[in-house]
């Protein structure tokens, strides 16, 4: 990766630090409904599936998935909402694996998952090309043989990033919950290019709405 004063490492720590897990599962029930969520990743999930919920959070889809039945693992880059994820998680009685870490250098083997989710903006945090490339070629890395990452994310076309008048492309900032948040924004042109540099030829783009939000949706297979 290149080098950067401000890192999309510490934008995002910083964003997530002030705004808590408690502030951010606030906001997840105001934006996407878990019920929208797990509704549109169940059809491409396996029971025998071993599944990595990439930048997990508070464990929002993870426990729910892991009280179904799946196979998963949650990796996040934030220990304050690892500790909650872990703490929701011994209540539930489940026994998840949790690992603090970078999607743009993630601590696993090679070929490790059947199956990656990267959902609501967190892709979007990576606020330099070269991060992007780096998380979409890790994704690539750890899955197996046949394996899918799906990626949710916010994106250029959509009228409601536009309409705010910090929206200054590629970046959208915005304040949630009093936090100032800024987030990386592709278009589908852009994306496109973006998958060519990283060399990722098996995918698709998909859009859709999910709960509230336009969303575009990287369908991505080793």
């Known amino acids: 990766m290149g080098f ?19 502030g951010l599962k606030k906001l997840a029930t105001v934006y996407t409904s878990i019920k929208d ?52 998680a011994v209540n539930a009685g489940l026994a998840i694996k949790w690992r603090q870490g970078d999607m743009c250098a993630l601590p696993y083997r090679a070929g490790t998952f059947n199956k990656i989710l990267c959902l609501w903006c967190s892709f979007n945090h990576l606020l330099y090309r070269d991060d992007q490339i780096a998380a979409l070629k890790e994704m690539y890395r750890v899955l197996g043989p046949t394996g899918t990452a799906l990626v949710e994310m916010f994106y250029g076309e959509d009228s409601d990033l536009k309409s705010d008048p910090a929206y200054q492309p590629p970046f959208y900032c915005s304040n949630l919950e009093g936090v100032i948040n800024r987030i990386f924004v592709h278009t589908e042109r852009s994306f496109m290019d973006l998958l060519k540099t990283a060399d990722i030829a098996n995918s698709r783009l998909v859009f859709g709405t999910i709960g509230t939000k336009k969303r575009m949706i990287l369908w991505m297979t080793k």
């Open 4 to 22: 950067h004063m401000e890192t999309s490492q510490t934008t995002s720590l910083e964003f997530y630090k002030q705004l808590k897990a408690e």
């Open 37 to 88: 969520t797990l509704n549109m990743i169940r059809p491409a999930l396996a029971k025998n599936d071993s599944i990595l919920d990439l930048a997990c959070g508070y464990g929002r889809v993870t426990i729910p998935l892991a009280l179904e039945g799946y196979k998963i693992q949650g990796l996040d880059l934030s220990e304050t909402l690892l500790k909650e994820a872990r703490h929701d």
